[in-house]
Protein backbone atom coordinates (compact mmCIF):
# COMPACT_ATOMS: atom_id res chain seq x y z
CA UNK A 1 0.00 0.00 0.00
CA UNK A 2 2.96 2.61 0.94
CA UNK A 3 4.60 1.51 -1.99
CA UNK A 4 5.54 4.46 -2.92
CA UNK A 5 3.30 4.78 -3.61
CA UNK A 6 4.88 6.23 -4.29
CA UNK A 7 6.10 7.93 -4.42
CA UNK A 8 7.64 6.40 -7.20
CA UNK A 9 6.01 7.87 -9.85
CA UNK A 10 8.01 10.98 -10.03
CA UNK A 11 10.41 8.40 -12.24
CA UNK A 12 8.21 9.42 -14.47
CA UNK A 13 10.49 12.72 -15.13
CA UNK A 14 12.31 9.99 -17.19
CA UNK A 15 10.38 10.25 -20.34
CA UNK A 16 10.76 11.58 -23.40
CA UNK A 17 10.01 15.30 -23.56
CA UNK A 18 9.93 18.38 -26.22
CA UNK A 19 12.79 20.11 -26.76
CA UNK A 20 11.56 22.59 -24.05
CA UNK A 21 12.17 20.64 -21.30
CA UNK A 22 15.92 21.04 -19.68
CA UNK A 23 18.13 18.16 -18.59
CA UNK A 24 19.12 18.70 -15.06
CA UNK A 25 17.81 18.15 -11.37
CA UNK A 26 14.31 18.51 -10.21
CA UNK A 27 12.78 18.60 -6.95
CA UNK A 28 9.00 17.37 -6.28
CA UNK A 29 6.20 20.16 -5.93
CA UNK A 30 4.90 18.55 -2.90
CA UNK A 31 1.88 20.58 -3.24
CA UNK A 32 1.09 19.34 -6.69
CA UNK A 33 1.96 15.33 -6.21
CA UNK A 34 -0.26 12.86 -4.59
CA UNK A 35 -0.48 8.82 -4.37
CA UNK A 36 -3.58 7.08 -4.46
CA UNK A 37 -4.35 3.86 -3.67
CA UNK A 38 -7.07 1.90 -3.96
CA UNK A 39 -8.20 -2.15 -2.21
CA UNK A 40 -11.18 -3.64 -2.38
CA UNK A 41 -13.20 -4.27 0.96
CA UNK A 42 -15.38 -7.18 0.67
CA UNK A 43 -16.49 -6.78 -2.19
CA UNK A 44 -18.80 -4.70 -1.33
CA UNK A 45 -16.46 -1.67 -1.77
CA UNK A 46 -13.70 0.02 -3.13
CA UNK A 47 -11.70 1.88 -0.63
CA UNK A 48 -9.41 4.75 -1.22
CA UNK A 49 -6.75 6.51 0.41
CA UNK A 50 -3.26 8.48 -0.16
CA UNK A 51 -0.43 10.34 0.26
CA UNK A 52 0.36 13.84 -0.16
CA UNK A 53 2.56 16.50 0.02
CA UNK A 54 5.47 13.82 0.00
CA UNK A 55 9.42 15.12 -1.61
CA UNK A 56 11.47 13.89 -4.03
CA UNK A 57 14.51 14.41 -6.30
CA UNK A 58 14.47 13.54 -10.22
CA UNK A 59 17.71 13.76 -12.15
CA UNK A 60 16.47 14.26 -16.05
CA UNK A 61 18.31 13.67 -19.22
CA UNK A 62 16.63 15.36 -22.14
CA UNK A 63 19.48 13.69 -24.49
CA UNK A 64 19.18 9.83 -23.01
CA UNK A 65 15.90 9.40 -20.93
CA UNK A 66 16.86 5.87 -19.80
CA UNK A 67 19.78 7.43 -17.65
CA UNK A 68 17.12 9.77 -15.84
CA UNK A 69 16.84 9.01 -12.19
CA UNK A 70 14.36 9.39 -9.37
CA UNK A 71 14.15 8.73 -5.86
CA UNK A 72 11.29 9.45 -3.38
CA UNK A 73 10.82 9.05 0.65
CA UNK A 74 7.89 10.01 3.01
CA UNK A 75 6.80 8.92 6.48
CA UNK A 76 4.13 5.69 6.39
CA UNK A 77 2.45 8.01 8.80
CA UNK A 78 1.40 10.81 6.36
CA UNK A 79 -0.92 8.23 5.04
CA UNK A 80 -4.57 10.11 4.74
CA UNK A 81 -7.20 7.40 5.14
CA UNK A 82 -10.52 9.79 5.42
CA UNK A 83 -11.15 7.99 8.28
CA UNK A 84 -9.15 8.42 11.80
CA UNK A 85 -9.95 4.48 13.04
CA UNK A 86 -9.12 3.48 9.64
CA UNK A 87 -5.39 5.17 10.42
CA UNK A 88 -5.24 3.71 13.73
CA UNK A 89 -5.89 0.53 12.73
CA UNK A 90 -3.19 0.67 9.68
CA UNK A 91 -0.83 2.11 11.93
CA UNK A 92 -1.62 -0.70 14.21
CA UNK A 93 0.20 -4.52 14.38
CA UNK A 94 -2.34 -6.08 12.01
CA UNK A 95 -0.71 -3.94 9.56
CA UNK A 96 2.35 -1.66 9.80
CA UNK A 97 2.84 -1.27 13.39
CA UNK A 98 4.59 1.89 12.15
CA UNK A 99 6.80 4.05 14.12
CA UNK A 100 6.66 7.77 13.32
CA UNK A 101 9.92 7.69 11.98
CA UNK A 102 9.25 5.25 9.33
CA UNK A 103 9.55 6.09 6.13
CA UNK A 104 8.75 4.81 2.31
CA UNK A 105 11.20 5.31 -0.09
CA UNK A 106 11.42 4.43 -4.00
CA UNK A 107 14.67 4.62 -5.72
CA UNK A 108 14.69 3.83 -9.62
CA UNK A 109 17.03 1.03 -10.82
CA UNK A 110 15.74 1.16 -14.84
CA UNK A 111 13.72 2.79 -17.51
CA UNK A 112 12.54 1.24 -20.09
CA UNK A 113 11.49 4.24 -22.92
CA UNK A 114 7.97 2.84 -24.38
CA UNK A 115 7.24 5.27 -26.38
CA UNK A 116 7.16 9.52 -26.95
CA UNK A 117 6.23 10.13 -23.53
CA UNK A 118 5.81 6.64 -21.80
CA UNK A 119 8.22 4.61 -19.78
CA UNK A 120 8.70 1.45 -17.52
CA UNK A 121 10.29 3.10 -14.39
CA UNK A 122 11.64 -0.07 -12.70
CA UNK A 123 13.08 0.90 -8.84
CA UNK A 124 13.52 -0.12 -5.55
CA UNK A 125 10.35 -0.12 -3.13
CA UNK A 126 10.80 -0.29 0.43
CA UNK A 127 7.62 -0.66 2.58
CA UNK A 128 7.61 -1.82 6.34
CA UNK A 129 10.92 -3.05 6.38
CA UNK A 130 10.75 -4.61 3.08
CA UNK A 131 12.19 -4.28 -0.39
CA UNK A 132 10.95 -5.47 -3.38
CA UNK A 133 11.36 -4.70 -6.82
CA UNK A 134 8.56 -2.63 -8.49
CA UNK A 135 7.24 -1.50 -12.34
CA UNK A 136 5.55 1.68 -12.83
CA UNK A 137 3.94 2.34 -15.68
CA UNK A 138 4.78 6.21 -16.28
CA UNK A 139 3.47 9.06 -18.51
CA UNK A 140 4.83 12.06 -18.53
CA UNK A 141 2.29 15.07 -19.36
CA UNK A 142 3.46 18.56 -19.76
CA UNK A 143 7.24 19.68 -20.15
CA UNK A 144 7.89 23.33 -20.03
CA UNK A 145 8.07 26.68 -18.27
CA UNK A 146 5.71 27.16 -15.40
CA UNK A 147 3.78 30.64 -16.17
CA UNK A 148 3.37 31.53 -12.44
CA UNK A 149 6.98 30.18 -11.24
CA UNK A 150 8.81 31.09 -14.55
CA UNK A 151 10.93 28.05 -14.35
CA UNK A 152 11.15 25.01 -15.93
CA UNK A 153 8.46 22.63 -14.84
CA UNK A 154 7.44 18.63 -15.66
CA UNK A 155 4.35 16.69 -14.82
CA UNK A 156 3.76 13.15 -14.59
CA UNK A 157 1.33 10.49 -13.95
CA UNK A 158 2.21 6.58 -13.41
CA UNK A 159 0.30 3.61 -12.41
CA UNK A 160 1.35 -0.03 -10.67
CA UNK A 161 -0.39 -2.99 -8.49
CA UNK A 162 0.99 -4.07 -5.57
CA UNK A 163 0.20 -6.99 -3.39
CA UNK A 164 0.49 -6.53 0.44
CA UNK A 165 1.36 -9.65 1.40
CA UNK A 166 4.87 -8.74 -0.61
CA UNK A 167 5.10 -6.43 2.09
CA UNK A 168 4.16 -8.10 5.24
CA UNK A 169 0.82 -6.37 5.69
CA UNK A 170 -1.35 -8.92 3.68
CA UNK A 171 -3.74 -8.86 6.81
CA UNK A 172 -7.07 -10.25 6.25
CA UNK A 173 -6.62 -11.49 2.31
CA UNK A 174 -8.30 -12.28 0.51
CA UNK A 175 -11.61 -10.79 2.37
CA UNK A 176 -9.39 -7.51 1.89
CA UNK A 177 -8.19 -7.40 -1.36
CA UNK A 178 -3.91 -8.46 -1.44
CA UNK A 179 -4.04 -6.20 -4.53
CA UNK A 180 -3.51 -2.37 -4.09
CA UNK A 181 -3.65 -0.50 -7.48
CA UNK A 182 -1.79 3.04 -7.14
CA UNK A 183 -1.97 5.95 -9.31
CA UNK A 184 0.66 9.01 -8.71
CA UNK A 185 0.49 12.15 -10.29
CA UNK A 186 2.91 14.40 -9.46
CA UNK A 187 4.52 17.67 -10.71
CA UNK A 188 8.50 18.40 -10.10
CA UNK A 189 10.60 21.65 -10.49
CA UNK A 190 13.58 22.52 -11.62
CA UNK A 191 16.39 22.76 -8.36
CA UNK A 192 17.58 26.12 -6.92
Known amino acids: MKSLFATVAIAAATLTTPVFATSGD ?10 VF ?8 TTYSMFSGFEGEISFDQEDPAASSVSVSFPV ?3 LTGWEARFDHFMGSDFFDAAADEMVTFTSTAIEVTGEDTALITGDLTLN ?8 DAKLNQAGM ?5 KP ?3 FDATTTLLRSDFEVGSFAPFVSDEVEV ?3 IEAMQAE
Open 26 to 35: YVLDPSHSQI
Open 38 to 45: TYDHLGYS
Open 77 to 79: QTM
Open 129 to 136: GVTQAVVL
Open 146 to 150: HPMAE
Open 153 to 155: WLG
Open 183 to 185: LIS
